[in-house]
């Protein structure tokens, strides 16, 4: 493919910081400029090394790039494509990586009237429960999946320079569509981050968490450690993939509750099997 | 103080084992015996070092023991109490590792008619997802908590026998009261492996739980791992635990159930709330 000359990501924190670092890492010859509200974290980008330029300004960020990469939390997508539009220049791509796609499609929808052909929705398959740019590193997303929902109108040379880029990171690219992304992310990522997330702060707003949390062991440190995501980040998530995170959550409820009543009923037969079943998945899955 | 000369282990697994290699690992000159119902797993342990006798005639392997632990999952408790209880000689310190302490108390008045003064149940709170005598290591209670829960009419000595022990292996031991530790491990070990159990088995029983667990990432893969637990042990766990997981699991739904509801209503202000109380939480408690 043809490299991009300039790539502008917007939002240098964990995940762009690492696709920048992911490109450089392979050699990559294209001009990576960053941009975003924190100066003082694109000063930081710079100072690593993360990316080639810093620019607050979103106009001159943009108007040279051949790819612009919406790395910011999910929900100010809309908001960031209304300032964009009017400087994109033709025949720029825009990829973002957020963790909801329906909502990138809705907002592309309110500002530019559809999703253009040039618009790659993509997520990466990756993260730490860390945030900011200095928690970057180029190795984030090697042997990872991404995923890309691109539209039916979509450009064929935008759909494979985004994908080139993202292997070129070490990632494998997969393509599914916008509803069966945002469904199986609800499912395993989107849900387990609520769960953590609401355990957490149950076990926080009660009379004795210090002595709680002092006796919590390595199996609720593993347990808990999305807990410590950005809260912002996971808001924007719930708040624009809340139908199918509401119907996942519903689906674990109604299972929850028949595990409470067979505990209840010190049915053995019934805990026993989810807990095999269960053990048996994740071994298979995740290996052991 | 006197380190016993003979200490039988009953259930040489992954705690059970751990505890014996602590303690050679120290150069306790202590013989350890190793006993229970399967003839393969303790001629493993044999062979790997852990124990220095291999006995599966239970009255034998006791017979000359000053201290024996129970590490066999904690639902046997019972029934082998009541096995061991004929041949226990006069001295003899009894001691267990089971996640649920108050069934312990139970067994012993089933069959003792009371806490003998010479039991001192205990709980380190340490284990990995593994089980079995080959998961084994000689520090996993290192710098862990053991919990011991001794009644009133306890033989000081024996609590200074087997708080020694633990603090051989390099826990650090805290004693508390049976109901306390049983509503304390209810909310930070027990509650979220039932979670961890049956978010799996959602996923699990879904049509398409291949292509679901594919996409999972390094959060979901620490966020289950308590799910690959050993079923029986954490049945076991469940059913003697029952009450105090139940009254977590109810305060978790109650709360859940307000986290979805502002889910449903976009209330950002409290899902915020939510989220950044929990992440707060967890980086102080846990460590970032």
Redo the contacts between chains.
């Keep these: 493919m043809d490299m991009p000359k300039q790539i502008t990501i917007i939002g240098v924190g964990l995940i762009g910081g690492s696709f920048a670092l992911g490109l450089k890492k392979q050699g990559c010859p294209t001009r990576i400029v960053g941009t975003g509200r924190d100066a003082g974290s694109l000063e930081k980008a710079l100072h690593l090394g993360v990316i080639d330029a810093a620019e607050l300004d979103l106009q001159k960020a943009i108007k040279d790039a051949d790819v612009v990469v919406l790395a910011m939390p999910v929900g100010a997508t809309e908001q960031v494509l209304r300032q964009i539009q009017p400087f994109i220049r033709p025949g720029c791509i825009i990829t973002d990586v957020g963790s909801s796609k329906g909502v990138v499609v809705q907002a592309a929808h309110a500002v530019f009237g559809e999703v253009p052909p040039c618009l790659v929705p993509g997520h990466p398959?990756?993260?730490?429960?860390?945030s900011g740019v200095e928690a970057a590193f180029a190795e984030l997303f090697e042997n990872?999946?991404v995923?890309l929902t691109p539209a039916q109108n979509a450009d064929p040379k935008a759909v494979e320079t985004v994908s080139q880029l993202w292997q070129c990171t070490g990632a494998k690219v997969?393509i599914t569509s916008v509803e069966h992304h945002d469904e199986?992310?609800a499912?395993?990522?989107h849900?387990?981050?609520?769960?953590?997330?609401?355990?957490?702060?149950?076990?926080?707003?009660?009379d004795?968490?210090?002595?709680?949390?002092?006796?919590?062991?390595?199996?609720?440190?593993?347990?808990?450690?999305?807990?410590?995501?950005?809260?912002?980040m996971?808001?924007d998530i719930?708040?624009t993939n809340?139908d199918a995170?509401?119907a996942m959550?519903?689906?674990?409820?109604a299972?929850?509750?028949l595990?409470?009543q067979a505990?209840?009923d010190?049915n053995?037969d019934y805990?026993?099997e989810?807990?095999?079943?269960?053990?048996?998945?994740?071994?298979q899955?995740?290996g052991?």
């Excluded at 398959?125 to 860390?130: L, R, S």
């Excluded at 959550?249 to 409820?253: E, K, Q, V, W």
């Excluded at 989810?274 to 071994?283: E, H, I, Q, S």
């Design positions: 398959i990756a993260g730490t429960e860390k990872r999946r995923i997969s199986v992310l499912a395993t990522s849900l387990p981050h609520m769960l953590a997330f609401a355990l957490v702060d149950t076990l926080a707003t009660m004795d968490k210090a002595e709680i949390f002092q006796f919590a062991a390595g199996g609720f440190r593993d347990f808990t450690r999305i807990a410590s995501s950005d809260a912002q996971w808001h719930c708040v809340g995170i509401l959550l519903d689906r674990f409820t299972d929850l509750g595990l409470r505990i209840e010190k053995s805990i026993l989810v807990f095999r079943r269960a053990k048996k998945a994740r071994d899955f995740c052991q």
